[in-house]
């Protein structure tokens, strides 16, 4: 069922320090089944997706503007993939998606009342979305005026430990050949894509390449950028698809350079959302 939008919707202008509650009752920031950014049934995931089923409330004082049931519902407001789903418009330009409902769960009140408050429970986690067997929210919000989605993270308290990082199975491809650093370090001029071999639940919050300590490329999962259906992640040297970024199950790019022949020190740098990095370094020699 769509309902009308709200006029005050688009009153506001979007202030990234902006913060919402979290959806569920006492969640770590360590607690998640999958990040924001992460390659997911073959796409780039712009959910958070939850670890626990839980109640399900509002983050924050909002217009119910939709409540998408999966099996009887015509519209195609927000993908099927979100199961059962409420949408729900804040000020600043944002809404706040809440996915994989279980249907059963929904309090009448989201199908009669066009207000919620902050903290106020509106239904349980299910199994309606595509997380095959997993029962646990899925949570996106999105920025209406800039049609990007935002990660929920950033407008979350954070709270609890991050997931360690890992920078293994580092490889440099460029347009003919895929090379493994930890056999070969001696490569042709010419410009690279930096992989690591991906972790299956966390991401990075922002990955860094230096070459001789100077930054050539950074790459946020801040928010990623919508353009159609298709959604990419914003680097310093260009914006990346989900075939740039993932362009298979095991690897994760880190960014872009352009090595130059001569002795070159190849940095990388991961970042979570608490501020902690994970480094390391290579020594090339190119030719």
Known sequence: MIKKIIPLLLAAIFIPTFAFDWPQEAIMSDMFFSYFGQLRGGMISTSLVFADTSDIQAADDGHIIAVINEYDDD????????GNAVIIAHQNDLLTIYGNIDKETLTPSVYTDETVAAGTVFGSSGNSGWQHGHSSLEFQT??????????????MPRIGEELPLTLT?????NKETRYDLLVQRTLPAGVYRVYRQRQHVAIPYKTRITINGVIVDEISYDQLIQNGTLVYASGRRKNYSKEALYPDERLQLLGEV????????????LTDILGAEKSTAYSLTIY
């Open 258 to 269: 352009t090595l130059t022949p001569g002795r070159n020190a190849l940095g990388m740098t």
């Open 169 to 173: 199975g580092i490889t440099l491809e």
């Open 75 to 82: 519209s195609c407001f927000f993908p099927s993939a979100l």
């Open 142 to 155: 999105f920025d209406t005026k800039n049609g990007n989605v935002i990660n929920p993270r950033v407008l």
